[in-house]
């Protein structure tokens, strides 16, 4: 439990913080349009959210990054946006006047909508006399329209202090139409093997969330990833606090009211600091939408979801932590059928949706290991780790039922831990002669480490349908959509700890044959 003085001081700092980011902004002040004390764009550009008719184009002014609101203070800033059929911008689509915010951090988020479809642009800001960066991006191609070859990546936990974040080198080089990121985008804590340090102590409110998200943004690897493409996000926990679940901290004792407004606080910073559209925007009840879904004609539909605002509590929580433990499968909360991973209102949406019929591949994309991992407790016991989906088997069914029930070629994203993972989606997990229904592939981190490849592989005989597991190189994955087939390859890099590290190879490859579920082996 927090002592009382630190946690009166913990709720006078959020109250504070909240004010700040839950009244609307009513500036008067002329913007600001002269030289500033350094790059505005120093944290680079970024697009997402890639739609048949635009995307959203992002940076945010910082000439001074690693100070409260970037350096600029309370006064806003005129921004210039260009978009370009052409990288020498002779062909310009989009020119467009903006107004950084100081309770926006000076960010940006720019929706462009009425270009045409399947094609690549190019853009720029300008603020105080400097262009920024030329970003890459490019249009969805048109709903339902015939597509023959979809490259996207994916990646997943990248803890600055644990390493430079090289593997997006080679993403970059792999030259993917899309990339996603399964959440741990940034890590609120230091633990582990340090190459370099946060600029702060862990954040519990809205400026140290902004500091330690401008740290990340600095990494220039991460910086010409973002550039490069379209991005698509969902969350994990790293975000905001490791293991909480909806409102509830790890930490039994912190009060209820005080952790919602650091989670308040968080999701304003991811908000500030990533290309998503103004649906996401933090609400005055502390909630913000990321989750919905990305066409890409009649080949791939990606169910972007959330699995931690809206979760049940973890059960079997121990005295100290709500935190996740493994704990014996007769968890009484383990069999609680109003037990939920992604919340009503989102599982309704899967339950009408997913599977409709519009692609030939349908792409969960969710933050952990989907399938069931069965462990055991020193006596022989059958147990389960209750923050991931083995925590929430009720929840879990509930989903299988719906990718079973649609027949469709389902192909399930994920992340957290810390190593590639390749897996049969079982109808049932508790029946190891239910029928395989989709393929699930997980991918090694960034950069976050891991020590368990003996305890994993020494699980895995008595997993079947868990094909691969190693957690001993960073990286991230890639795979090819075709209609015949989804390629996938489990690319990790020589290192992390250096700059001058990053070259890739494949740890395994695999293919998934339309109309045939399950992963096999190339």
């Not at 764009?41 to 002014?61: E, I, M, N, Q």
């Not at 910082?62 to 350096?71: D, S, T, V, Y």
């Not at 304003?268 to 890409?296: C, D, I, K, N």
Request: hydrophobic content about 35%; aromatic content about 10%; proline content about 7%.
């Amino acid at each position: 439990m927090l002592p009382i003085s630190r946690r009166l001081a913990l709720k006078s700092a959020f109250a504070a913080a909240a004010a700040g980011f839950l009244q609307p902004w009513r500036g008067t002040a002329m913007a600001q349009t002269g030289p500033m004390p350094g790059d505005p764009f120093s944290l680079g550009v970024a697009s997402g959210d890639p739609t048949p008719d635009g995307f959203v184009l992002w940076t945010r002014l910082a000439p001074l990054p690693l100070e409260p609101l970037g350096g600029l203070g309370e006064q806003p800033v005129a921004v210039t946006l260009e978009v370009a059929e052409d990288e020498n911008f002779r062909r310009i689509v989009r020119s467009q006047r903006l107004m950084s915010r100081p309770d926006r951090a000076h960010a940006i988020h720019a929706e462009i909508y009425g270009l045409p479809a399947g094609r690549e642009f190019f853009y720029r800001f300008a603020a105080g006399g400097v262009d920024s960066p030329t970003g890459r991006t490019r249009t969805a191609p048109e709903f339902g329209a015939p597509l023959d070859r979809l490259r996207a990546a994916w990646v997943s936990c990248q803890h600055f202090e644990q390493g430079f974040f090289t593997p997006y080198r080679d993403i970059v080089a792999q030259s993917p139409d899309l990339l996603i990121h399964c959440g741990d985008y940034i890590y609120e804590s230091s633990w582990g093997p340090q190459v370099r340090r946060h600029p702060a102590p862990e954040p519990i409110d809205l400026t140290g969330y902004r500091l330690h998200h401008a740290a990340y943004k600095l990494d220039r690897d991460l910086q010409a990833a973002h550039a490069a493409m379209p991005w698509l996000f969902i969350w994990d926990d790293h975000e905001v606090d490791n293991d909480y679940a909806g409102d509830l901290s790890e930490q039994r004792g912190e009060p209820l009211e005080t952790f919602r407004l650091r989670r308040m606080a968080a999701y304003q910073a991811y908000f500030e600091h990533l290309p998503l559209r103004g649906r996401s925007v933090l609400t005055a009840a502390g909630q913000m939408r990321t989750w919905g879904s990305s066409v890409w004609g009649d080949l791939a539909e990606f169910w972007l979801t959330d699995g931690r605002q809206y979760r049940s509590p973890d059960p079997c929580p121990s005295d100290e932590d709500r935190g996740g433990h493994l704990e014996p499968q007769t968890c009484p909360g383990m069999l609680d059928e109003n037990q939920t991973y992604f919340g009503g209102e989102q599982e309704e949406w899967l339950r009408r949706n997913f599977g409709r019929g519009l692609t030939q591949w349908n792409v969960l994309v969710q933050a952990t290991l989907f399938s069931r991992l069965n462990q055991t407790l020193p006596d022989g016991t059958p147990a389960a780790y209750t923050d991931g989906w083995d925590g929430f088997p009720v929840a879990r069914r509930r989903m299988t039922d719906i990718i079973g029930s649609r027949r469709t070629d389902t192909i399930i994203l994920g992340g957290d831990m810390h190593a590639h993972w390749a897996s049969e989606v079982k109808a049932d997990y508790f029946d190891p002669d239910s029928a395989v229904i989709g393929s699930e592939f997980v991918t090694t981190s960034v950069t976050s480490h891991s020590y368990v490849y003996n305890v994993f592989n020494a699980m895995l005989p008595n997993n079947p349908h868990i094909l691969h597991m190693d957690d001993r190189q960073r990286g991230y994955g890639l795979v090819d959509f075709h209609r015949d087939r989804t390629e996938v390859a489990q690319r990790v890099v020589d290192g992390v700890a250096r700059r001058d590290q990053g070259n890739a190879i494949d740890q395994a490859r695999w293919v998934v044959e339309a109309g045939r579920p399950g992963p096999q082996r190339i």
